[in-house]
């Protein structure tokens, strides 16, 4: 089993920046692939971003490429997600996952392969 905490959530003003992270802990070593995902009311969860164990792989949503970026510290225990030009319509309940299943280059993992969730940590984009 793998626990996971998002933190760093708030209110930011458009074009303003952010910075998620999740802690990971448990069964670490169980795991292969990494996600964040977001969703708003009334809306289906969206993938945002992900990352291989290695670093090498980072797919990204097209709403949010050039402007979000996914990275881990070395000891795997934090993934983060740096969150800049910020847009309402960014605003969401945002989510750390954790999957077993190897992410592979040009691939995207949909929500159902993900198998560890956090709580997650909301973001308002707003004036």
């Known amino acids: 089993q793998v626990q996971l905490v998002e933190s760093g959530g708030g209110l930011v003003q458009p074009g303003g920046s952010l910075r998620l992270s999740c802690t990971t802990s448990?069964?670490?070593?169980?795991?292969?692939?990494l996600g964040w995902f977001r969703q708003s009311p009334g809306k289906e969860r969206e993938f945002v971003a992900a990352?291989?164990?290695?670093?090498?792989?980072?797919p990204y949503a097209d709403s949010v490429k050039g402007r979000f970026k996914i990275s881990r510290n070395s000891a795997k225990t934090l993934v983060y997600l740096q969150m800049n030009d910020l847009k309402p319509e960014d605003t969401a309940l945002y989510y750390c996952?954790?999957?077993?299943?190897?992410?592979?280059?040009?691939?995207?993992?949909?929500?159902?392969?993900?198998?560890?969730w956090g709580q997650g940590t909301q973001v308002t984009v707003s004036t």
């Open positions: 996952a954790t999957s077993t299943t190897f992410l592979r280059r040009g691939e995207i993992l949909g929500a159902r392969e993900y198998d560890s």
């Open positions: 448990g069964r670490t070593l169980d795991f292969n692939s």
């Open positions: 990352m291989n164990w290695r670093g090498d792989i980072t």
